[in-house]
């Protein structure tokens, strides 16, 4: 009975480590290639369409919407990353954070 009880003990303390954690996505997921097809001059809503609802509306500032990524990986240090629209009269005027403007964002849209 004690050697039943130290093997399923032994078993218990040996499995720990093999704890699998679940990936957490949270907030809006971008790749550079969306952030590519932006341009100066956009409206919010062909912003909306590009890049989808942001995560945030600056309370203090209408004319910044926040774009927020944080993805957790198993046991790994959680990663977050960042893009800022900025509007002025309903209109893009430039992009910040953590994913640079396209190399076409200068050339407004037709």
Avoid: H
């Amino acid at each position: 009975m004690i050697r039943l009880i130290l093997a399923a003990l032994a078993g218990l303390i040996l499995t720990t480590g093999c704890i699998y954690r679940v990936d957490v996505p949270q907030g809006n997921y971008l790749e550079q290639e969306r952030v590519n097809l932006l341009r100066v001059n956009m409206t919010r809503e062909q912003v909306q369409y590009v890049l989808g609802t942001p995560i945030t509306i600056d309370p203090f500032n209408k004319d910044r919407w926040n774009y927020v990524f944080l993805i957790q990986e198993g046991w790994e240090k959680p990663v977050q990353r960042n893009l800022f629209a900025n509007f002025q009269n309903g209109r893009l005027v430039s992009v910040t954070g953590d994913f640079a403007p396209g190399p076409d964002f200068g050339t407004p849209l037709d």
